[in-house]
């Protein structure tokens, strides 16, 4: 059996939305308006961008006032190779800015050429975005100033529609690999066979196979054991709404937890032909698996669990699930 | 305060660990450690643990990782999602309320599924700073300019630290980077992130590990010689950049007096410092003077596992005491941009 | 130095809500300075900060103990972030308490919060995973099985469920913070909610709630010293087990006795149903109320939802009050809810909660749970030392 390890993308993206409050919604709202406004602190320092707080203190803070476009770079690096999401598509410096009219810097980006057009202690001007919808990034960037510019803080116009929640979206690529046992557990359902570990103590049985026993704290690998595809319900549930994850799914169906024969603990499966009032605890079940030429290294070859017809297991305690004792062991 | 001491520590750090599962890889670490004091799970009074989902994208990925304590019958135990030195203090001060003697304490990272750079700018402000995207190594590129241009260090001194970390790194079969370089060397590398060059930033690693805690009369059956914990202590800065001075570290000098450091003569330090600047900001601020040795193992530069990287410091300064290689050891932790939650604690072998 | 007594000072919390209106920062702000203005203390008298939540994916922020940091008077101070699952914010709890029973510190903030609205709970709570199908959505479709299973084995009426749903809903409307305020909810209303996850009902089922609670803890010095009434902490109790292993039971699990069995034991309590006044118990899904009353020895096996069926358990003349605050049923910021357990607890021995306060309640119970009910936390507390 190869022992090479599965491997596949996963992308984790999702567009966060989150409200404001009054401090950072009114920085924002300043923004959508062409205006930046600092906070003032309990020391009378001015901080840009504002926050509800003193991040020295944690005293509450509310007073805000505008500042300048124009600032002066505190420290900055060079992006040679930028990413999607960060400011500008070409390289370009990070660079921490202070307004003019606040005491504290935030972090931006600066369009320049190259690095040897950075120098700390430069001034720089905001840029903003042609369409702006009260977001940081409506901040395009900041350029170079010009000697004679004063970027004169604005005043934020009266009755304009305060912003209250901001869309941060995130996106996330990892190459996912499901490690030594669930990869080997995969490759086997290729050819419709599953496999479990077991455990080198007390020879429990577990599937899909986790490469370790919870129950010794011990490793199971390298040597899973094969199960055949015949189980009982031990447990079911049954959806009667459509899940969005599932959009081939109609309602009602019934998921069940399956135990094979030779296993120690349950899975979760699908129920197939029967109907969802007729499935019982403890009915016989055999797995329904895909057409051989549709099978692939995926648990998805197994569309569901349908009944053998056979006499259902008997449970004698309904409290606990899975076999403690593996079969045929006294 | 009750003395408490490591008495067993086992890690695996690799550039990539793509075979295993986060338990899978765990489980033989958890057992080297226990069975190295000759415990059993069930005769451990208490476990906690350390680890981030964003890592490996997986929600809840310690509850995976705790069936390889076995924890069956169940078990008293914590998870912390911070680097496994907080799982360390955690359980340190659950030794201190009197009611049980030992403890285990793991923790683990996989940071090459994802790119690490690019999910610490999920750990920024998420109003004005994540959106933007920086990544991690920028925000400490900014930080070294001002650590430059202010005098605090040089190019120079940046290049020692590296070049001394990778010929410290030779001797640990855990190091990644431990190829020797010379200053002149890497003097010589184009700039990664300008001021810092590609040796100045961490080697990235996947791994874990595990220590076990023992108290009082208990730690000294367990181990010949234990690594005692005469000061632990944890400490934040803000988190907004502009509001702190980036060429020191506020919270690692508190912590480090707060524990002791500067009590007496320290031997070795195991800074966890990923860049040279922040072994030069740590230094300074833990008041470290020509007879400690810094970073014996090479340090979190020659091989930074997220998640574990402070954890293997306490580790990595447990066992030289242990080994009777130093009498009084310091090792930190960090967590956040630019050192910005920093514990620190000082063991000693008598 | 051996263990210290510790006491709760002060509980603050949040409106629970669909969505709270302001940042996350001012949320936790919001909870952590009310529980500040209860106990009479300010930022610079906390020594810690001892923070818990479910999973980063909720809101899309790693690690968030390191942004928040600076909002919670943390600078120079210690800040830690706890995640043992749905249990967390009673692990949390327990956390800090020990930072106080240790003799570490005088005076710890512990807050649980989380602010479900900047996602949803189905992305978080289930992110896809390559090689691997899900047939269920969300933890509905984990815990009725189990469910079915304890309706088996006690031979309980179907409406078991839709009684507890009923009555945490009632107590929910005498808690001001509680999201869900259902003043006309009637029996038959709940009974003929659809149903979801077959034997759930989405009345049986917990809200996505916004929110966060926070609880100043104090050692006995700073207790004694406290003007305002106090809860002393009687036990704490942590225990976890495999989510999956062969005879596991599911119905009663063997953490959860053993965290019951620990935390009673160190309070001194003999007869759990006579000696206890208020529960606070973690009951995301309605049949988990009489399933913990069973398992936490407060009826005997199978006779748990008699106690329901008897109005045991109704603040409303039971003699033993569950969830007055309206409990999970009522009011779900995830990281947030094992505190609020907790807390309410706290605020029933205190004489401090309101309208849903326990008549002369002098000892409580804050529970919570969490993972594939595999994480527990507990803590007593009491109005004497």
Known sequence: ?????????????????????????????????????????????????????????????????????VGTVQTWTWNGDPRPQQPF???????????????????????VDGPDQMTTGMRVELVWRAEREGHITDIAGFLPAVDSATGEPGALPEGVEEVRSVRTPIRMEYTYTPGRALSQYLRAMKDKRILGDQCPDTGQVFVPPRGVSSIAGKSTLPDLVELPDTGYIESFN????????????????????????????????????????????????????????????????????????????????????????????? | MRDVAVVAFAQRQESKINTESEVEFMVPLMNEAKDAVGLTQQQIGFTCSGSSDFLAGQAFSFVMTIDGT???????????????????????????????????????????????????????????????????????????????????????????????????????????????????????????????????????????????????????????????????????????????NLTQS?????????????????????????????????????????????NPSGGAQAAHTMMASGLIRIGEAAQRISRGDADRAVATATSGPCLQQNLVAVLEGE | MGKQKAAVLGVGQTKYDTTYPGSMAGMLREAATNALQMSGTCWDDIDAVIMGKAPDFFEGVMMPEVYLAEALGCVGKPIMRVHTAGSVGGSTACVATSMIQSGVHETVLTIGWEKQSESNAMWALSLPQPFATSVNAGAGGYFSPIIRRYMMMTQAPELIGCMVALKDRRHALDNPYAHLHQPDLTFEQVVESPMLWDPIRYSETCPSSDGACAIVLGSEKVAEAHTGPVAWIKGIAMRSESGSFGGRNMVSPAASEACANDVFAQAGIHDRRKEIDAVEMYVPFSWYEPMWLESLGFAEKGEGWRMVESGATSIDGGDLPVNCSGGVLSSNPIGASGM??????????????????????????????????????????????
């Open chain 1, 1 to 69: 059996m190869s022992d090479e390890v599965l491997t596949a993308p996963l992308v984790l993206e999702y567009p966060f939305t989150r409200t404001t409050g009054p401090v950072i919604g009114a920085f924002l709202t300043g923004l959508r308006e062409g205006v930046v406004l600092g906070v003032k602190r309990t020391d009378g320092s001015v901080m840009c961008p504002p926050l509800e707080y003193d991040p020295i203190t944690s005293e509450s803070l509310s007073e805000l006032v505008p500042v300048s476009t």
């Open chain 1, 89 to 111: 598509s070409q390289p370009f410096a990070w660079a921490m800015i202070t307004l003019d009219g606040a005491d504290t810097p935030m972090l931006h980006g600066v369009m």
């Open chain 1, 238 to 330: 049954i959806t009667r709404v459509p899940i969005k994850m599932r959009p081939d799914l109609t309602p009602p169906y019934v998921s069940a937890w399956i135990v094979l024969d030779g296993a120690s603990v349950g899975f979760m499966g699908l129920g197939m032909n029967v109907e969802p009032e007729e499935v019982r605890v403890g009915m016989r079940v055999r797995a329904v698996w895909k057409p051989d030429d549709e099978l692939e290294m995926s648990a998805q070859n197994i569309l569901g669990w349908e009944p053998t017809g056979e006499a259902d297991e008997v449970i004698d305690d309904y409290s606990r699930v899975g076999r403690p004792q593996r079969e045929g062991a006294s």
């Open chain 2, 70 to 244: 076995g924890p069956v019958p169940p078990i008293s135990e914590s998870h912390v999602e911070q680097d496994g030195a907080w799982a360390l203090y955690e359980a340190w001060v659950k030794l201190q309320c009197g009611e049980v003697d030992t403890a285990l304490v793991y923790s683990y990272g996989k940071s090459s599924p994802g790119s690490l750079r690019d999910v610490l700018a999920t750990q920024m402000d998420p109003y004005y700073v994540a959106p933007l995207w920086p990544d991690a190594f920028a925000i400490e590129a900014l930080a070294a300019r001002l650590l430059l241009e202010r005098g605090v260090v040089s190019e120079q001194q940046l290049a020692e630290i590296a070049s001394r970390s990778r010929e410290h790194a030779a001797s640990n079969p855990h190091a990644i980077r431990k190829t020797p370089k010379s200053v002149a060397d890497i003097l010589a590398e184009d700039y990664a992130m300008a001021p810092l060059r590609p040796s100045d930033l961490p080697a990235s690693a996947d791994g874990g590990a595990v220590v076990v805690l023992a108290a009082g009369a208990r730690a000294q059956e367990l181990c010949e010689r234990p690594a005692w914990i005469r000061g632990i202590d944890h400490r934040s800065d803000a988190h907004t950049l502009g509001v702190r």
């Open chain 2, 250 to 294: 506020m919270s690692a000098r508190i912590a480090a007096e707060k524990a002791g450091v500067g009590t007496d003569k320290i031997d070795i330090a195991e800074l966890h410092a990923p860049f040279s600047t922040s072994e030069a900001v740590l230094t300074t601020a833990l008041g470290l003077g020509d007879d400690t040795v810094i």
């Open chain 3, 340 to 385: 609020i357990r907790f807390g309410e607890a706290a605020l029933q021995v205190m004489g401090l909660a309101g309208d849903h306060q326990v008549d002369g309640a002098k000892t409580a119970v804050g529970h919570a749970y969490g993972g594939a009910a595999q994480y527990y936390a507990m803590w007593v507390v009491g109005s004497e030392k």
